[in-house]
């Protein structure tokens, strides 16, 4: 996938006041058949007074209905007598034991401030050393969020880049996290140094969930026993140093042939390729070096082979303590030894790496399945997914079927004829021919074929800008000349034939060797990495697509072929994996009622089995297009199918519950696509003049028809449209013009509604103020996701999307920005920011300051709740994330109010991990979907999961084709106190709300929501050519520099950025994205 970069956030997002719940006022909610969880929640007591200095105008409180006393508003950072472990939940972890992710070593004690009562169940007994948050030591301690009696004033522009009061220091989490030990009181002014993830813990699991039907299903888990054994690590040193992985392999595989019977102790060592060596049990030295004489795999000239001598000193390092490991499975203690682990992952890899082809953590073989041609010389190759992972049932190792692209092991010509897909002799190769070779072979290794058994391999640098005939390079000192093609035929007696092509160039820039292509042939065995077309990721996925059933055999089939327990290495360790799929409890949540429009025959569903439908319902808020025209860009489509379609679809909409106008305001249009920009502004310029002089109307809607294959057509005309006309656009493609069938029609009036200010549909729960932990107080909940370029692409930014709910109770519109970062950059660097002005001092602003002014202006509410789901996070970077990124929320609030503080839930969203769940019984109709796949609502919290803190896997739709992959939720940070089963079937309610279609989705649909809007911002880069010869995102141009042009940054984050073009207001308020 594609993502990041930075951006300067425009002025603040006016949301306009919501619709109650449908046209018709809310029903009465059908009765749900299970009843809902007992949750712990604390309902606030009477009405959120909320004004404060710098919000928007207010517009009515909402009186919670019920008891119970009103949550402690917690902060970072205790106090001194809560730094001592006096307050409840004081306690502190000590010790200066090595564990932790990332093996950081964490010292510090973590300290909880105290759990808030709850007024809706027994409270649970505190888990003291998880408390989430403490008092900031210049914070005074409070008991329930301040009342802000006073009127309040707007913020000037209720701009994102505004001035508020310097932001007193918040507590940052890197503040709170520091080294505890530091019992000092830090002066509200003073910069505490940010500390690393030291002394944070996540938390806690909060007890398993109960809602919903039990049942079993399998995992593709194996446990694996814990080894018995002492491990020692080793320290590697090999001279002369080399870079491969693979030589280094080879010369510690000579070395163990050699001396383990006579010096290594008989031992058979784990070697990770580099630096560092494992053994059960102690060598008979602690120090000593080795001679190891290696042949080469390459003939010499002679036809001996050349030797090379290498040294290699081994030396003891450390004692790898799996005791630890032992205690952090049990759950008694808080962090994964990870050195631990990683030796257990090598020794488990120790002999695949040597039968097969390594990729990251996956093993690839032509043996391990059939290749299948993906064109343009790419191949598929099946293989297997592995990784040793700590689970509550203990060590599981988690196997999964995967499948990659490799270059096909061609002779290069027959490589290049394959990748421009004709005849290469016919004519002679353009400028883009060579952009697009070079592309696909640099970095590409190739051996010789002209030199008999001596088949040496050579890295591909580039292409000659020359013709083979046109090539010369020096012989000797006196820098005498000499063709390319008079040297292969005196030296090899080699007529080359294809004089006119460019050579390769191997070997460094500086001194290049050039290789004529047709004396080379690709090596086998080598991933392409590079960015697959549309044809082939088509056919990839065609390759991996496996039925629940079929994969699962495959697996065990790969477990039994894998014979771990004849594995020499994890003989030799003590590792015994079980041939079993783990069978986990599992429980299946019900799906929830959704509210429809009062004015339609069914007021509100209950979806089946993950899906529903639009017959007999409207849209429970229907937006209005008084305004639209349509632009038709397909040159095969006649005016009068454009129109009827165009008029179709108009009714469609009203059908729907639209205020939609039958008529344009100007008829159909057919345009250029060569032409996009010029045709866009004419048009738009022509409706604003009929429009503008009646009343100041805006145009409300442009629907744009489009050819089947329009390359960057469709990328051009969003950018257009979003950052330069702003205009909401539905785009067609001719293929489903001429269709124009009920089903895509009804699906394109879903989107429609919802990018012109509509909703579709509501929980029926949300307007009953029945759901936990958002109704009882106003809530936010975010969405976010940072996109990355895809590989091959070395410069171009990543891009970071945040959206954010606008409505409460229904939390179903959400508005979103963009903003371009640094090249791979993860964190989200404008979530908050300053800069200075010369005129108004130091300014605040960032993605969620606007937002969160955006939802006061749309609700009359500032939140009290943010729940916040972060996707495309790995586990690596879980500490850095959470210390980033929530310390940036907390700044954005404080920046907004003094003392500002809404609790945070944050949740990180994966989809990219290997965990798969199959029925317990294939053939139980009720246990399976059409698919085969588990049933929708599958949520597993158990056995699979963290041993100790709080996550879960969520399958939360129905499965199409292919195995279904649940989302791992993992909570990184929780002052809301959700249960398990509160965040849990919040989740699960919510992933029936996304608003392209009708039917559940497989993650949250605030960090679906991201991810659409960080992919279409990718658009709104100015195209540059690039030597990929197509559209890239290299180069962007920022319009309008501004304040945001001077935020600071990260370190690390040094590469200038430039901004993309801003979000027009009237786009950044609807969901745009959809």
Not at 758 to 764: C, I, Q
Not at 893 to 922: D, G, I, W
């Amino acid at each position: 996938m594609a993502r990041k970069r930075r951006t300067e956030l425009p002025g603040g997002e006016s949301s306009e006041s919501q619709e109650g719940a449908g046209r018709g006022g809310a029903q009465n909610p059908p009765a749900q058949q299970q009843p809902q969880p007992q949750l712990q929640q604390t309902q606030q007591q009477g009405g959120y007074q909320g004004g404060g200095r710098g919000w928007a105008p207010q517009r009515g409180a909402y009186g919670g209905r019920g008891g119970g006393r009103t949550a402690p508003q917690q902060y970072y950072g205790g106090p001194p007598d809560y730094q001592q472990g006096q307050g409840r939940g004081g306690q502190q972890y000590g010790g200066g034991q090595q564990h932790g992710r990332g093996g950081a070593s964490r010292r510090g004690a973590f300290v909880g401030g105290r759990e808030a009562p709850s007024a809706g169940g027994p409270s649970r007994p505190p888990a003291p050393e998880l408390h989430q948050a403490t008092q900031s030591p210049h914070q005074a301690v409070m008991t329930k969020p301040a009342s802000y009696g006073r009127p309040v004033e707007t913020f000037p522009g209720a701009s994102s880049s505004t001035q508020a009061p310097d932001p007193p220091q918040v507590s940052e989490v890197t503040e709170q996290i520091q080294d505890l030990s530091i019992q000092q009181e830090v002066a509200p002014g003073r910069d505490m140094q940010p500390a690393s993830s030291k002394s944070l813990r996540f938390p806690m699991r909060p007890g398993k969930g109960n809602y919903g039907t039990r049942c079993v299903v399998k995992a593709n888990h194996f446990f694996a026993e814990l080894p018995d054994k002492d491990l020692h690590q080793y320290d590697v040193s090999i001279t002369p140093e080399v870079t491969s992985r693979g030589v280094n392999r080879a010369v510690m595989k000579q070395l163990v042939t050699s001396y383990q019977e006579s010096h290594l102790g008989r031992r058979l060592p784990a070697y990770d390729g580099r630096k560092s060596l494992y053994t059960a049990g102690p060598l008979p030295f602690v120090s000593k070096e080795f001679k190891i004489t290696l042949l080469d795999e390459e003939d010499a000239p002679g036809g001996a082979r050349r030797e090379r001598e290498f040294k290699v000193v081994i030396k003891f390092a450390a004692r790898a303590d799996l005791h630890h490991l032992g205690m952090f499975l049990q759950g008694r203690q808080a962090d994964a030894p990870q050195e631990a682990l990683q030796v257990l992952d090598i020794v488990l890899r120790e002999l695949p790496t040597s039968s097969y082809t390594p990729v990251g953590r996956s093993f690839y073989d032509p043996r391990l399945g059939q290749r299948q041609p993906l064109g343009e010389g790419l191949e598929s190759w099946r293989g297997f997914y592995q990784s040793i992972r700590p689970t509550q049932m203990g060590l599981s190792l988690n196997i999964d079927m995967s499948s990659t692209a490799f270059i096909e092991p061609l002779p290069v010509i027959d490589f290049v004829a394959q990748l421009l897909n004709r005849d290469v002799s016919a004519r002679p190769l353009s400028d883009a021919d060579r952009v697009k070779i070079k592309k696909a072979l640099r970095g590409v290794k190739v051996e010789v074929t002209h030199r008999g058994n001596m088949r040496r391999k050579y890295r591909i640098s580039g292409l000659t800008s020359q013709a083979t005939r046109e090539l010369t390079f020096p012989v000797d000192e006196r820098g005498t000349m000499k063709s390319v093609v008079e040297y292969f035929q005196e030296t090899y007696g080699f007529v080359i034939q294809h004089t006119q092509w460019p050579c390769l160039q191997v070997g460094n820039t500086q001194r290049p060797n050039y290789l004529p292509m047709e004396v080379c042939k690709i090596v086998q065995g080598q991933r392409y990495s590079k960015r697959l077309n549309e044809r082939q990721i088509t056919a990839l996925l065609k390759v991996t697509c496996q039925r629940p059933q079929d994969r699962e055999k495959d697996i065990l089939q790969t477990v039994k072929h894998n014979a771990y327990a004849n594995d020499p290495y994890a003989k030799e360790f003590g590792i015994n994996i079980s041939n079993t799929l783990a069978q986990v409890e599992a429980r299946v949540l019900p799906a929830p009622w959704l509210k429809y429009h009062d004015s339609g025959r069914e007021k509100d569903c209950l979806p089946q089995v993950g899906q529903w439908n639009m017959m007999n319902k409207r849209m429970v808020n229907g937006g209005v297009v008084s305004n639209w025209i349509c632009i038709n860009f397909a040159r095969n489509v006649q005016d009068s199918v454009a129109h009827s379609f165009c008029h179709e679809l108009a009714q469609m909409c009203t059908t729907s519950g639209m205020a939609f106008n039958p008529q344009p305001v100007l008829p159909v249009l057919s345009g250029r696509p060569d032409q996009v920009e010029r045709v866009l502004k004419a048009r738009f310029h022509d409706v604003m003049t009929k429009l503008q002089p009646h009343n100041k109307k805006e145009l409300d809607l442009l629907i744009v028809i489009l050819p089947d294959n329009n390359g960057s057509l469709y990328g051009d005309l969003k950018r257009i449209c979003e950052t330069d006309l702003g205009i909401v656009s539905q785009c067609c493609l001719q293929k489903h013009v001429y269709r124009m069938s009920k089903q895509y029609l009804a699906n394109v009036s879903l989107k429609i509604n919802v990018k012109v200010g509509g909703r579709n549909t509501v929980l029926v729960d949300a307007i009953s103020r029945r759901i936990p932990l958002v109704s009882d107080a106003p809530t936010i909940i975010f969405g976010a996701d940072v996109t990355h370029p895809h590989p091959g692409e070395d410069s171009s930014p990543s891009i970071a999307a945040v959206v954010a709910s606008q409505d409460w109770p229904e939390v179903t519109k959400y508005a979103g920005l963009v903003c371009a970062q640094a090249h791979r950059q993860e964190l989200i660097q404008d979530l908050y920011k300053t800069w200075h002005d010369p005129q108004r001092g130091t300014m605040h602003g960032g993605m969620i300051k606007e937002l969160l002014i955006s939802f006061r202006k749309a609700t009359g509410q500032k939140p009290q709740r943010i729940i916040f789901y972060r996707d495309g996070v790995s586990e690596g970077q879980f500490y850095q994330v959470l210390l980033y990124e929530l310390d940036a929320i907390r700044k954005a609030c404080a920046s907004l109010e003094p003392n500002y503080q809404p609790t945070v839930t944050f949740v990180v969203v994966q989809k990219r991990h290997h965990t798969r769940l199959f029925a317990n019984n294939h053939h139980d109709k009720h246990s399976v979907d059409r698919s085969g796949n588990i049933l929708p609502g599958t949520v597993v919290d158990s056995k699979i999961c963290h041993p100790t803190e709080f996550d879960f896997y969520l399958c939360s739709h129905a499965g199409i084709q292919g195995t279904s992959r649940p989302a791992h939720y993992h909570v990184l940070w929780d002052e809301n106190k959700f249960s398990a089963d509160a965040l849990q079937s919040l989740t699960n309610n919510l992933c029936y709300t996304y608003a392209r279609c009708t039917r559940s989705v497989s993650i949250v649909p605030p960090a679906y929501y991201a991810h659409l809007a960080a992919f279409r911002a990718r658009f709104y880069m100015e195209p540059e050519t690039s030597d990929s010869g197509s559209m890239t995102s290299s180069a962007v141009t920022g319009r309008g520099g501004g304040a945001g042009a001077r935020a600071t940054r990260v370190p690390g984050a040094n590469a200038a950025v430039r901004p993309l073009p801003q979000l027009r207001e009237n786009v950044k308020r609807v969901m745009f994205y959809c």
